[in-house]
Each structure stands twice: as structure tokens, then as C-alpha cells.
């Protein structure tokens, strides 16, 4: 049997696919966008919970269900401060977090250029 | 709500035009973030310099030096009170993670700036606050590379260079003129900022 160089090509891209796995938690594609804000960020940046609902259109609710979970598993960090007469809850991404993204976003990349094959 | 033991077994795996659409949407958020994160760290403290600067080089160029003076520590408190206010109230938070840093450079920045003053101690009042501003350009400056903000970049260099021209071209009006056109810049330029960080919420 003969493999010619396109075959070889799409096995090595099916390895890469198969050796970047998704993330479970990222695979959801509104939680996927509120860590790429999270991401956005600088290393010690923060942002309070109106600004990402407010930058991704969301609503109270669902935001803070996904960010709850966020904050469960570790890929992101609540910290509450007072300002003035105000609590705010303010949010940045833990560098587990970080990891987790940039290895999703690898993943995705690798599907992409598989499907090039 | 659900809990993360309730992920379990393999994601599916998106189709590379669901990938691609993921990835565009991410790419998106990040950029916006970015910008939010370079405009809501300086529109406030544009707009309130700027109308800082309209007063007091308004002040410097009509009053004595003693009453300029004056003018400049009321215009400059007030307007720092009305923006302390102002923050106080605000939902919209996006910090750069630079906040304790930036200040404690501002506080050096403005201390050397006095010590500056005293060094110079020009018999023309209007050559001091014509240091002063092109100083303060340069510090806009810095600040906008830190944050990655290039409006503000130019704006510093914009304000560094009309000090300048104007103490070259026209130096017994450049205070007033310095005030029109670089605290009235900086406040066109605050709110100009402020509006397109606002039309993104």
C-alpha cells in the first residue's frame, strides 16, 4: 500500500487534533467568550461583573451562572471590594484559567487546519 | 446551576465552521476587552485634566502669580473631587491591574514636576507652566505606552509638541493659547473616548 504525502498530512493532523484536547468547560461557547474576556485582560487586571455583562450583551442571570462556574473550577477569581457605598464583585482569569483557554483555543485551531487537510 | 462534577466523559467536538465561528467570537471579546481596558483607565482622568488645564492656564496667563496659583490648586482639587465622586459611582470597572503603580508614578511625576518649578523659578510665569505642560505630555505619554493606549500616545506627543511651538511662535499668549488648544484637546479627546467605551455597553 502506497502512502502518498496528503495521507500522511491528514494523520498527522488527526494526531495533533487527538494530542490538544477541548476543554470540558470551554466547549460552551458563552462561557468560551466571557474567559476570552477574562483573557483579554492584563496579567493583574480585573473587571467588575457589570463591565463583562455589559461588553457581552449578557443578561444578570446568565452571567453569573457561568462565571460561578468559572470561579468553581478554578479558571477565574472573584474578588469583592467596597468602593464608596458600593460592594463590586470584580473578576480576572487564574493562570490555570489562562492555560486552559490558550490549550482550548490551540484545539479548536487544530480542527480547523485538520479540516484543511 | 449546575456544578462541575456534572461535566463528565468527552466533550463533543465542534465542526471546523463552529471552531471557526468560536474562535472569531473569542477573538472579538478580547479585542474589545483591550480596548475597554485603554479606554476606561484614561477618558476620566482626560476629561478632568482637561478642564483642569482650560482654567488654569486661563488663570496663568491673566492673573498674577500669586492668584494663578490659587486658581490652579481650586480648579485642580474640585475637579479631583468631582472625579473621585464620579468613581465612586461607577459599575462599568476595568482595571488594568497597573492602579497602585500609575499612582504612585503620578505622585512622583507631580513632586518632581514642584521640584522642577523651584529649579527653574523663571521671572516669566508662563515659561514654568509651559514645562509644566509639556511635562505632563510626556507623562501622558508613558502612561499610554504602559496601558497600550494609542490615543493617548499621541495626544501626549501632540501636547509636548504645541508646548513648543507655541513658547517659539507666540510665547506671551502660549499659556492661554497652551490651555485652549491642549486642555481643550484633552477634554475633547476624554469624552470622545468616554463615548465610544460607553457605546460598546
Request: with cysteine; proline share 3%; hydrophobic share 50%.
Amino acid at each position: 500500500m502506497v502512502i502518498n504525502e496528503s495521507d500522511e498530512a491528514t494523520v498527522a493532523a488527526a494526531r495533533e487534533l487527538l494530542l490538544t484536547p477541548l476543554d470540558q468547560f470551554l466547549t460552551d461557547a458563552t462561557r468560551f467568550r466571557i474567559m476570552a474576556v477574562l483573557v483579554g485582560l492584563p496579567e493583574q487586571g480585573r473587571m467588575s461583573f457589570t463591565a463583562v455583562r455589559d461588553l457581552l450583551g449578557m443578561t444578570d442571570g446568565n452571567l453569573g451562572m457561568h462565571l460561578h462556574l468559572l470561579v468553581e473550577v478554578g479558571y477565574a477569581d472573584v474578588i469583592k471590594e467596597r468602593r464608596g457605598r458600593r460592594m463590586h464583585s470584580l473578576y480576572q482569569a487564574t493562570y490555570q484559567g489562562r492555560a486552559a483557554f490558550n490549550a482550548h483555543v490551540a484545539a479548536l485551531e487544530a480542527i480547523i487546519a485538520g479540516s484543511r487537510q | 446551576m449546575p456544578d462541575h462534577a456534572s461535566f463528565t466523559g468527552s466533550p463533543a467536538v465542534p465542526t471546523p465552521h463552529e471552531a471557526a465561528e468560536s474562535l472569531a467570537q473569542a477573538q472579538l471579546a478580547m479585542q474589545r476587552t483591550r480596548r475597554d481596558v485603554a479606554g476606561s483607565s484614561l477618558w476620566p482622568h482626560s476629561i478632568t485634566d482637561g478642564i483642569v488645564w482650560l482654567g488654569g492656564f486661563t488663570a496663568t496667563q491673566f492673573l498674577s502669580a500669586g492668584l494663578a496659583m490659587i486658581a490652579w490648586i481650586v480648579v485642580g482639587f474640585g475637579t479631583g473631587a468631582v472625579h473621585h465622586i464620579l468613581e465612586q459611582k461607577q459599575d462599568h470597572l476595568v482595571e488594568s491591574g497597573w492602579g497602585c503603580k500609575a499612582q504612585r508614578i503620578w505622585i512622583s511625576f507631580f513632586a518632581g514636576m514642584l521640584c522642577l518649578d523651584l529649579i527653574i523659578n523663571s521671572s516669566h510665569p508662563y515659561v514654568v507652566a509651559l514645562v509644566n505642560g509639556a511635562l505632563w505630555g510626556i507623562a501622558i505619554m508613558v502612561y499610554a505606552i504602559l496601558v497600550d493606549d494609542r490615543a493617548h500616545l499621541v495626544l501626549g506627543g501632540s501636547i509636548l509638541l504645541l508646548a513648543v511651538v507655541l513658547h517659539t511662535v507666540i510665547p506671551h499668549w502660549s499659556p492661554l493659547l497652551f490651555g485652549l488648544i491642549g486642555g481643550g484637546g484633552m477634554l475633547l479627546e476624554g469624552l470622545a473616548q468616554m463615548w465610544q467605551v460607553r457605546r460598546q455597553w
